[in-house]
């Protein structure tokens, strides 16, 4: 079974780093790209960008570039998202989710991780 | 970067109704790369077309979509309790973009 494990809720202050985590498992992770996505509290859903475990090869959305750092670590199956400095406005759910690039569609998601950055 | 505008935004029907929901993209989608996603309140989103018209493993019949260029569809043909959601379109040109969604919602 193909299953996608986020790391749990984080409770940061502004400036802060914050490194996140997606694990995966009951497929080969270097078979398919990761996506990242973000909600906002009560919003749609943002893509955020890819990268593909197997190289680390990243494509970000222009929203996101400079903002944000996908990594990943094939050997653990894990992909990650990180924040050098956070911002009120990071507040969010993010989700990581695998990508069919032959059909460029995410078929299994993880859980979300919500991320709450106040002072 | 390709827009996605869906429509309406709140869509209020009863058990058993048919729902339409639209999806309209700023210029013209390859129909292999247009996908909808279900989402209900605290969850994840949920695969249910991809391709534009093929549903996704485990997603009833009552489920389908079409369309092709800058307009597409998802249809549900009698909701049933558990489809009162919201419902993204997805778009792949050169990236990605999710449409704003269409909530589902219980008259």
């Known amino acids: 079974e193909v299953q996608l494990v986020q790391s749990g809720a984080e409770v940061k202050k502004p400036g802060e780093s914050l490194k996140i985590s997606c694990k995966g498992s009951?497929?080969?992770?270097?078979?398919?790209?990761i996506g990242w996505v973000r909600q906002m509290p009560g919003k749609g859903l943002e893509w955020m960008g890819i990268?593909?475990?197997?190289?680390?090869?990243?494509r970000y959305s222009p929203s996101f570039q400079g903002q944000v750092t996908m990594s990943a670590d094939k050997s653990i199956s894990t992909s990650y998202l990180q924040w050098s400095s956070l911002k009120a406005s990071d507040t969010a759910m993010y989700y990581c989710?695998?990508?069919?690039?032959?059909?460029?569609?995410?078929?299994?998601w993880g859980q979300g991780t919500l991320v709450t950055v106040s002072s | 970067e390709i827009v996605l505008t869906q429509s309406p935004d709140t869509l209020s029907l009863s058990p058993g109704e048919r729902a339409t929901l639209s999806c309209r993209a700023s210029q013209s989608v390859s129909s292999s790369y247009l996908a909808w996603y279900q989402q209900k309140p605290g969850q994840a989103p949920r695969l249910l077309i991809y391709g534009a018209s093929i549903r996704a493993t485990g997603i009833p019949d009552r489920f389908s979509g079409s369309g092709s260029g800058t307009d597409f569809t998802l249809t549900i043909s009698r909701l049933e309790p558990e489809d009162f959601a919201v419902y993204y379109c997805?778009?792949?040109?050169?990236?990605?973009?999710f449409g704003p969604g269409t909530k589902v919602d219980i008259k």
């Open positions: 990268i593909y475990p197997g190289d680390s090869e990243t």
């Open positions: 009951g497929y080969s992770l270097t078979s398919n790209w």
């Open positions: 989710a695998r990508l069919v690039s032959s059909w460029f569609y995410f078929d299994y």
């Open positions: 997805q778009q792949y040109g050169s990236s990605f973009t």
